[in-house]
């Protein structure tokens, strides 16, 4: 079964930075994409990235190309979504999703709340 | 690169089927048969539903289907259930290499 386990809520301050992460299993986690999408309160979803493990691969919204950052580590299955110079704004769920093929994202990850407030 | 256009809202009553449509550009939506459809109960994450615009998922009922014609993708829940009320998303391919989403729609069954 696929699974994928993002770490827990986060609360930070603006201007500091956070790095969230994801981690695959059930699957090869090098064959798979893995996309990022930032869901604000009451709000709707948006496309964040990719990364595709198995060559680091990388692509970014341009609406987030520059804000953030997308890495992987193979040896331990797991993807990151580094977040810079927080906002308020920033204040959302973060879901982190897979799939073989680019177009679509298969297999989600329970989210991540991150809080930014002073 | 802007988000595909959904209705807000729509509403059917039970049994009854709606559709949903998703409108985008051919750089998008028309350029590519890479639409997919997802479904978001409240405080849960989101499902795929169908995919390259007319694919189910195993296990998806088959009560959801994907439908295309040229800029404009749609979905279509028939025999409305009352766990069908949700939210429900367009995302689709872009010839940035990209995904875009639409906006969203709730659904409500009367």
């Known amino acids: 079964e696929v699974q994928l386990v993002q770490s827990g809520a986060e609360v930070r301050k603006p201007g500091e930075s956070l790095k969230i992460s994801c981690k695959g299993s059930g699957y090869s986690f090098t064959a798979y994409w893995i996309g990022w999408v930032r869901q604000m309160p009451g709000k709707g979803l948006e496309w964040m990235g990719f990364?595709?493990?198995?060559?680091?691969?990388?692509r970014y919204s341009p609406s987030f190309q520059g804000q953030v950052t997308i890495s992987a580590d193979k040896s331990i299955s797991t993807a990151f979504l580094h977040l810079k110079s927080l906002k308020a704004s920033d204040t959302a769920i973060y879901y982190c999703a897979s799939a073989a093929l680019e177009e679509f994202l298969q297999h989600w990850g329970q989210g991540t709340l991150v809080t930014v407030s002073s | 690169q802007s988000a595909l256009t959904q209705p807000a809202s729509v509403s059917g009553s039970l049994g009854q089927s709606i559709t949903i449509s998703c409108s985008g550009t051919?750089?998008?939506?028309?350029?590519?048969?890479?639409v997919s459809w997802y479904q978001q109960h409240p405080g849960k994450a989101p499902k795929l539903l169908t995919f390259?615009?007319?694919n189910r998922p195993s296990g998806v009922s088959t009560r959801f289907s994907g439908s295309k014609s040229g800029n404009t993708a749609s979905l279509t829940i028939s025999g409305l259930k009352a766990d069908d009320e949700a939210d429900y998303y367009c995302?689709?391919?872009?010839?940035?290499?990209?995904?875009?989403f639409g906006g969203g729609t709730r659904l409500t069954v009367l």
């Open positions: 995302s689709s391919y872009t010839s940035d290499r990209t995904l875009v």
């Open positions: 390259d615009v007319t």
């Open positions: 051919s750089s998008d939506v028309g350029g590519y048969n890479f």
């Open positions: 990364i595709f493990p198995g060559d680091s691969e990388t």
